[in-house]
C-alpha cells in the first residue's frame, strides 16, 4: 500500500514541477535556471514541515517520499549548474550552487520549524 501512496503523490508531484518551472521560466529572460531553483526550495519547505509535523508513515509517504520527491529535481540543478558553467557563466553557475544549497537548507529548517509551532 505504501508505494501505491508514493506513486499517488509523485503523479501530483512532477506535473506540479513541470508547470511550475514553465510558468517561471516564461516571465523573465534571465538564464539563472528560476524555475527548477523555485521547485526545489519549495520541496524543501514542504518536506520539512511534513517531518516536522511528525505525520503519520502513510502520509509521509504520499507527501514526502512521492510529492516532494517528484517535485525536487536536484538532477536537473546539477545538470543547469553545469551547463551555465560550460558557457563561461561561472558567476551564476557558482550562485547557483550556493544558493541552492543555502534556500533549501533554510526552507527545510523554516518548514520543520513552522510544523512544530503549528503542533504547539
Known amino acids: 500500500?505504501?508505494?501505491?501512496?508514493?506513486?499517488?503523490?509523485?503523479?501530483?508531484?512532477?506535473?506540479?514541477?513541470?508547470?511550475?518551472?514553465?510558468a517561471v521560466q516564461s516571465r523573465h529572460e534571465s538564464a539563472f535556471p528560476w524555475g527548477t531553483f523555485t521547485v526545489n526550495a519549495v520541496a524543501c519547505l514542504v518536506l520539512g514541515a511534513t517531518a516536522g509535523a511528525a505525520v503519520s508513515t502513510e502520509l509521509y509517504a504520499l507527501l514526502g517520499t512521492g510529492l516532494c520527491g517528484a517535485l525536487s529535481t536536484y538532477s536537473t540543478f546539477s545538470y543547469e549548474t553545469l551547463r551555465l558553467a560550460e558557457t563561461g557563466r561561472w558567476p551564476l553557475a557558482a550562485a547557483n550552487a550556493v544558493a541552492s544549497v543555502l534556500v533549501g537548507t533554510g526552507?527545510?529548517?523554516l518548514g520543520a520549524e513552522l510544523a512544530g509551532v503549528v503542533r504547539g
Open 1 to 22: 500500500m505504501t508505494w501505491l501512496l508514493v506513486a499517488l503523490g509523485a503523479a501530483v508531484g512532477a506535473p506540479l514541477r513541470y508547470l511550475t518551472d514553465r
Open 107 to 109: 526552507a527545510l529548517v
